[in-house]
């Protein structure tokens, strides 16, 4: 099983609509997660962290269920400029005893906005 | 700013031929990693350095060997290329494994084929 799994999509929606995205992981000791957002040939770059309250950044909000082990984005009033792929992303320890993390990605959702 | 800056950008290799991929930073951050990135599989952690004078394996460090040169450069290096190693390859950083929930900030990427 992956460790980070996501609907790769794509995902075709018209502007202004509200979209959202799900993601599960399988690591129960993440400690951390977050969405990036990666334009095509770009490199990711942070769109959020994702915490277990919930957080939201204007019309981007997060949600986090550890319980269930899982991390949803929902988009509102989506605009042109959103289309991207959106990753997935948790954090571990790479090894016991602490000292050093990292990031697992999961495959990204592509998201097209269609005017 | 420049924070993590990637070299080369693209690159063509002759399988068998040898090349290093270089990353500095200058963000003053202890972790740095090696990822590459394939159609369809996401982003795969190749190789590791929670410090200065310490790197490990990641998900995918088979053909690959890294240095950590000083606490700002981190280069791997394919010592015979193979065509399966055509991939794009990111490099990152982050503060160390004591932020948890700090962001990687991504170089800009290496595109390279090897034919």
């Known amino acids: 099983r992956k460790e980070v799994e996501?609907?790769?999509?794509?995902?075709?929606?018209?502007?202004?609509?509200?979209v959202a995205f799900n993601c599960t992981y399988s690591n129960s000791a993440s400690q951390s997660f977050f969405w990036y957002r990666q334009d095509c040939r770009k490199e990711p770059k942070l769109l959020m962290s994702v915490y277990s309250s919930g957080n939201e950044d204007g019309r981007f909000t997060a949600q986090l269920n550890r319980a269930s082990q899982y991390i949803s984005l929902l988009i509102r009033d989506s605009k042109l400029s959103d289309s991207a792929t959106y990753l997935c992303?948790?954090?571990?320890?790479?090894?016991?005893?602490?000292?050093?993390?990292?990031?697992?990605?999961?495959?990204?959702?592509h998201l097209i906005i269609q005017p | 700013n420049a924070g993590v800056t990637q070299t080369p950008k693209f690159q063509v290799l002759k399988t068998g031929q040898s090349m290093t991929l270089q990353c500095a930073q200058d963000m003053n951050h202890n972790s740095?990693?090696?990822?590459?990135?394939?159609?369809?599989?996401?982003?795969?952690?190749?190789?590791y350095s929670a410090s200065e004078g310490t790197t490990d394996k990641g998900e995918v460090p088979n053909g690959y060997?890294?240095?950590?040169?000083?606490?700002?450069?981190?280069?791997?290096?394919?010592?015979?290329?193979?065509?399966?190693?055509?991939?794009?390859?990111?490099?990152?950083?982050?503060?160390?494994?004591?932020?948890?929930?700090?962001?990687?900030?991504?170089g800009q990427g290496t595109r390279l084929t090897v034919v």
């Open chain 2, 65 to 106: 060997n890294v240095s950590r040169l000083n606490k700002r450069e981190f280069s791997l290096r394919l010592e015979s290329a193979a065509p399966s190693q055509t991939s794009v390859y990111f490099c990152a950083s982050r503060p160390g494994y004591r932020d948890l929930n700090t962001e990687a900030f991504f």
């Open chain 2, 32 to 47: 740095m990693y090696w990822y590459r990135q394939d159609p369809g599989m996401g982003l795969r952690l190749i190789y």
């Open chain 1, 89 to 109: 992303v948790v954090n571990i320890l790479l090894y016991s005893g602490g000292g050093a993390d990292g990031l697992t990605f999961g495959k990204g959702t």
């Open chain 1, 6 to 18: 996501q609907d790769p999509g794509p995902f075709n929606v018209p502007e202004g609509a509200t």
